[in-house]
């Protein structure tokens, strides 16, 4: 035990073993045994990451750190230490694949605080505490090598619809395992109504890009009300949202259907990305539907090297020249491989980027294949919770 202070210790210093003692119990606590779903001790490490970038008011930051480049000299470096409402949602809807633990809980308490005080015009992210976030500045720091100091972020002044889409999944989660209070079940229907209003305006989308019809941002949103409609709502509420999510599929399909029948980006954006294998795994269209499994095939064909997976083709240069694979996206092969039966495939996806991890077992945004290292901010709690959810769903019957 160290102290560095100012001023003479008051009272009796604590004792290390008790402390240490304490430590451990409180942590036992707080983090389940996971003893039921694949790599049990990774998957409790990626909960007690959860659980600690989860603070007070049951908002998870998406990252501890800022400013830590992702690549050199690039000003591609950023501040995520805040709440994104898609991160928080995709870590409850994790917990809720392993099982109904106190977590899913904070993420469903901030999402429905956020819903309810903002309702159509939820913004992507929050401080921890619910507040608006700060725009970007420069402090007088040098930064990391290769980067520049950064705090605050622009997302605040994007519209982000997919966030709306994956709040209903979080709540329907919820009401899954019956831990959906009636706040919760008016917050679902705020989204619900938030979707019908603003489905067809452009938006940022998941990768925080230009504002365009993104096939992603609508066909996520077409799943949350399907979800929504199947966990419990009345019948009457479900018939219309069973139908408002064909009507998004089908105006969507118009646009977004590549002639090969993949999905593509955008109506104007031929190409594949990552994020179009969430719609089937989140039950917008059926898994076995032609166009799930034609977008998963030219996926792997197209974005992946070695069993890592790219989030979109950004230029003529090879993947792993224009930025690092994203983490996030091999979990999420995996659980795509897996949705198609091809379970020894989505076990190596899952093991290949369960190692893509430092000595302490945390996980940054992207992996430089090249350079065997991490890049950007850490640990990086969408991984985590992508992980955890493919540990879940992996695991044998």
Known sequence: MLEFSDRPLEGEPPDPGRAWAATRAAWRDAVPGLGHVLAPGDARRAYAVMRGLTGPAGGMVAAATTSLPERAEEGRNYDYRYVWIRDQCYAGQAVAAAGAYPLLDDAVRFVTARLAEDGARLRPAYTGGGQPIPGQRRLDLPGYPGGFDLVGNQVSGQFQLDAFGECLLLLAAAARHGRLDADGWQAALTAA?????????????????????????????????????????????????????????????????????????????????????????????????????????????????????????????????????????????????????????????????????????????????????????????????????????????
């Not at 949350?224 to 019948?235: F, Q, S, Y």
């Open 193 to 397: 109504e938030a979707v019908g209003k603003r489905w067809q305006e452009p938006d940022a989308g998941i990768w925080e890009l230009s504002p365009r019809h993104w096939t992603h941002s609508r066909l996520v949103c077409a799943a949350g009300l399907r979800a929504l409609a199947g966990a419990g709502a009345p019948a009457r509420r479900a018939a219309h949202w069973n139908a408002l999510a064909d009507a998004i599929v089908a105006a969507t399909d118009r646009g977004g259907l590549h002639p090969s029948g993949r999905w593509q980006r955008a109506p104007d954006d031929p190409r594949a990305d990552a994020a179009l294998l969430l719609p089937a795994l989140r039950g917008a269209v059926p898994a076995d539907d032609r166009r799930s499994t034609a977008t998963l095939d030219a996926y792997l064909a197209e974005l992946t090297d070695d069993h890592f997976a790219y989030r979109f083709r950004h230029d003529g240069r090879p993947l792993a020249h224009a930025e690092g694979a994203f983490v996030m996206c091999g979990f999420v092969v995996a659980m795509a491989e897996q949705q198609q039966g091809r379970s020894g495939s989505a076990y190596r996806w899952f093991e290949r980027n369960r190692a893509a991890c430092g000595p302490a077992g945390l996980y940054a945004e992207e992996y430089d294949v090249a350079q065997r290292e991490m890049r950007g901010n850490l640990p990086q709690a969408f991984v985590h919770a992508m992980m955890l959810e493919a540990a879940a769903r992996l695991a044998p019957g």
